[in-house]
């Protein structure tokens, strides 16, 4: 029998419910959804407050008063598990062979200079996380963790990046000194653990590639739709019986519109110009693709900017409504099980409908 492993792509089907899964085992052993990009804002505020304190002041007193302040921590130690699953899921695949520099796409559409696409990866980057930190999440954190706990502001965002995504794409290619803080080290090693499965899902699936998340953006592949809602499908009903059995609790962004739309703007585009999402960079940095790695330093920049300039941002932010941390249930004054079997239903309807109208091929040349 073959070595599952070794196989370069695995159902979309089968990554969505791993994922969903796997969300369940994050919210069980760690009480923590899956997310990415608050990592990066952590990482970021560490080196900036240490290098010059008085740029983040107004930051860290705000992450003081929320008891959020930045440390090496259980989703820290997932970015890493991602790309170490990503690298071995692809050493493994066979799918780390020399790596064109240039994507197909976008060497059609602006040449085959790496320097030109790394500067897009960078800007892309760059404009995706500062959009995830003002938000508050990424496709990880809100689009897929925040939907299944039925989060009213991912719900929100979730659509939004899609609808934004879709229109840069479509524009851009036509139709064609701190002291360093730590978890404790249990915590860490099950971040490491569960970074190392998800970094194995997201390569499997594909959409560490670039002509996967382009491929949906521009209607063409429907490869990260399928695992999202597949993801949300499986994920919505696991973690709300651990809620129910109080095993874990909810973790959830507040619906501040300003944050949410803003902030799912930019991610919308960024994620149009660079090609992937946060988590799926990580696994392509895994897979050993250059122009990610670029990207990802942008990310980086993106996420110090946010920090930086948190004080400035701050009132920006508190311009529209914020209705707190409210669930869909809350919204309508209904059990949460009324939505979450009905989130679930309507999902796996939609997954019927699109896996009719675009079949997988599961055979397709990366």
């Given amino acids: 029998m073959r070595n599952p492993l070794s196989l370069k792509r695995w159902s979309p089907y089968l990554i969505g419910a791993g994922i969903g899964v796997l969300s369940w085992f994050s919210f069980a052993t760690a009480d923590k959804p899956l997310g990415i990009t608050t990592a ?18 107004s930051y860290l007193a705000e992450q003081t008063r929320k008891d959020r302040e930045p440390k090496i921590d259980w989703e820290w130690m997932l970015v890493l598990g991602v790309f170490l699953g990503a690298y071995v899921s692809s050493k493994m695949s066979g799918d780390r062979r020399a790596q064109k520099r240039v994507p197909p796409l976008w060497r059609w559409r602006f040449g085959d200079k790496p320097l030109i696409r790394y500067g897009g990866a ?32 991912s719900w929100i965002f979730a659509p939004l990046i899609f609808i934004v995504g879709i229109a840069t794409a479509f524009l851009l290619y036509g139709k064609g000194g701190v002291v360093l803080m730590f978890e404790d080290p249990y915590r860490l090693n099950l971040g490491l653990v569960t970074g190392f499965v998800f970094g194995v899902l997201l390569q499997k699936g594909q959409v560490s590639k670039f002509h996967t998340i382009m491929g949906q953006l521009l209607l063409k592949d429907w490869t990260v739709l399928k695992i999202m809602i597949t993801a949300i499908a499986v994920g919505t009903i696991g973690v ?16 501040a519109l ?68 409210v669930t869909l249930p809350q919204l309508t004054g209904t059990t949460p099980w009324l939505w979450a079997i009905g989130v679930a239903a309507i999902m796996t309807t939609a997954l019927i409908i699109l896996e009719r109208n675009h079949p997988q091929d599961l055979d397709a040349k990366p």
């Fill in 240 to 255: 709300h019986m651990l809620v129910l059995g109080e095993q874990a609790s909810l973790h959830i962004q507040a619906a």
């Fill in 40 to 57: 990066f804002e952590y990482t970021t505020a560490l080196a900036e407050s240490a290098a010059a304190p008085h740029l983040v002041q």
């Fill in 258 to 325: 300003a944050r949410v739309i803003f902030g799912g703007i930019l991610f919308g585009i960024g994620i149009a110009i660079f090609g992937l999402c946060p988590g799926t960079s990580v696994a392509a940095c895994g897979e050993g693709r250059r122009d990610a790695i670029v990207g990802v330093i942008g990310m980086f920049l993106g996420a110090g900017t946010y920090v930086a300039a948190f004080s400035v941002l701050d009132p920006f932010m508190k311009i529209m409504p914020d209705y707190g941390k």
């Fill in 122 to 153: 960078f800007a892309g980057g760059f404009i995706m996380m500062l959009g995830a930190r003002i938000a508050q999440g990424c496709t990880s954190g809100h689009a897929i963790s925040g939907a299944l706990q039925l989060a009213l502001a």
